[in-house]
């Protein structure tokens, strides 16, 4: 018997939309939309998640069926994340609504939190020990791979647009290989007033223009990077891993049979992770070298270390890791309605001049030839080397980070994405210490 799936037709895609038949999304999203624009759908976390859904099911369709946008561009949470930033662009989403959904993605509820958390956690716990202290103890000089390489390629196309070397480095690459906005940009601008005297806000003004625009280099680099992967298996792994290993990822929700108690546990796992991570940030070691740490960084140390140890019982790592492919699967479409209502088409379109797309290009590709040679000869497959320490360093952080690492298909490589957010961003801002007090 031939094994050969038999593919479907447009209206059997379409015919199911979320496990759904299309008249029944149909008649749930209609219900959704009306009690949303007459305003009685009220703005908590079950309006959120209503919302969320109807925007994430049809785009996230939308987006694996479209030719060319599927295989060569991202796919279905790509296509959430900018047709969501179209959506709001238009004003089709109420502002009341577009303020619930950043405020609980990002806000005071910051449900973006807890999908991060559950993704390290997951991630980390069911490597190999081996792989994963050989993993994390060749991931610095990767970022720093991909950081050199920005820089040497922003400054030979400078140099065709007339911006010397050291106002590439400041102007251009030091932004975009800060570690988003809020751990890059901002702290940037600060460390410039401070040095130059100058007002943080003429640095900053621009420092997120070209950092946008890089941005969206990085998302569609990310969906280039797996579809090359695609093409040429030998580049990269399974999307779960980032360097070749004997022993495979360790399943446990395969071997391990997980109760309810099981995931009680993770999730309290999970919260302790994250408490350490903010007694570290905010109490004892919130600066190194005078560079901000984020908590992220901390409870990845820590999760690392417990991890190596051998001390989480088999029972919980398979319920972490149950944990995390739900939010993958699930939680990871509401979040990207997230990104998208975050992100500001115009601010795009403002900056949008040649010469600034042309330079941005050239960071983001220099960023991916640096950390691939250079996780290349530390034993990491180079495309996933390039995606999580070269365009999650040259994205828009946590958010960023997400975005890229939803086009590329690689999720669980959300760990080393937010090293390179949170540690890189980290070394970039004492290079610019350093580098402002020199030549500013």
Excluded at 42 to 58: E, Q, W
Excluded at 114 to 134: E, H, K, N, P
Excluded at 144 to 155: H, I, M, N, P
Excluded at 238 to 263: A, Q, R
Aim: proline share 3%; glycine share 12%; charged share 10%.
């Amino acid at each position: 018997m031939s094994e050969t799936k038999e593919k479907k037709s447009l209206w059997q895609e379409f015919n199911d939309l979320g496990g759904m038949p299309l008249w029944l999304y149909a008649l749930c999203s209609l219900i959704i939309l009306a009690v949303m624009y007459t305003g009685a759908l009220g703005t908590d976390i079950t309006a959120f998640i209503a919302v969320c859904c109807v925007i994430s099911i049809l785009l996230n369709k939308v987006g694996k069926l479209l030719p060319i946008w599927n295989t060569y561009i991202g796919g279905g949470l790509l296509m959430i994340f900018f047709g969501t930033a179209v959506l709001k662009q238009f004003n089709l989403i109420p502002e009341t609504y577009v303020t619930l959904i950043g405020d609980m993605v990002q806000g005071d509820v910051n449900i973006l939190n807890v999908f991060i958390m559950a993704l390290i956690t997951g991630s980390i716990l069911s490597l190999d020990r081996g792989v994963l202290l050989r993993s994390f103890g060749g991931y610095i000089p990767a970022i720093l791979g991909g950081l050199v390489g920005a820089a040497l390629f922003g400054t030979a196309v400078g140099l065709l647009f007339g911006v010397s070397p050291v106002d590439m480095v400041i102007k251009y690459v030091l932004p975009i290989m800060g570690g988003g906005n809020g751990a890059g940009a901002v702290p940037l601008s600060q460390i410039y007033e401070q040095i130059s005297g100058e007002p943080a806000a003429n640095y900053y003004s621009f420092a997120i223009i070209i950092l946008t625009i890089a941005n969206v280099f990085c998302i569609v680099a990310g969906a280039l990077l797996n579809r090359l992967g695609q093409v040429k298996p030998s580049l990269t792994g399974d999307g779960t891993s980032i360097m070749p290993v004997d022993t495979k990822l360790i399943k446990e929700s395969v071997k391990v049979k997980v109760g309810l108690n099981d995931y009680c546990g993770a999730l309290l796992l999970l919260g302790t992770i994250f408490a350490v991570g903010r007694l570290f940030s905010k109490m004892i070691l919130p600066t190194i070298f005078g560079a901000q740490i984020h908590n992220f960084a901390y409870s990845i140390i820590f999760v690392v270390i417990i991890a190596a140890l051998g001390v989480i019982p088999a029972n919980i790592k398979a319920a972490a890791k149950n944990v995390q492919g739900f939010m993958v699967s699930v939680v990871g479409m509401l979040t990207m309605v997230a990104m998208g209502v975050d992100f500001d088409l115009m601010e795009l379109v403002a900056a949008a001049s040649p010469s600034n797309i042309l330079i941005a290009l050239v960071i983001v590709i220099g960023a991916i030839v640096g950390s691939a040679i250079v996780g290349k000869l530390v034993g990491f497959y180079p495309i996933d080397s390039a995606i999580t320490a070269g365009l999650c360093m040259a994205n828009r952080g946590g958010s960023g980070d997400i975005a890229v690492l939803g086009a590329a298909n690689r999720l669980e490589l959300i760990s080393y994405a937010q090293l390179s957010s949170r540690v890189g961003g980290g070394i970039v801002l004492i290079i610019a210490s350093f580098f402002f007090s020199f030549f500013l």
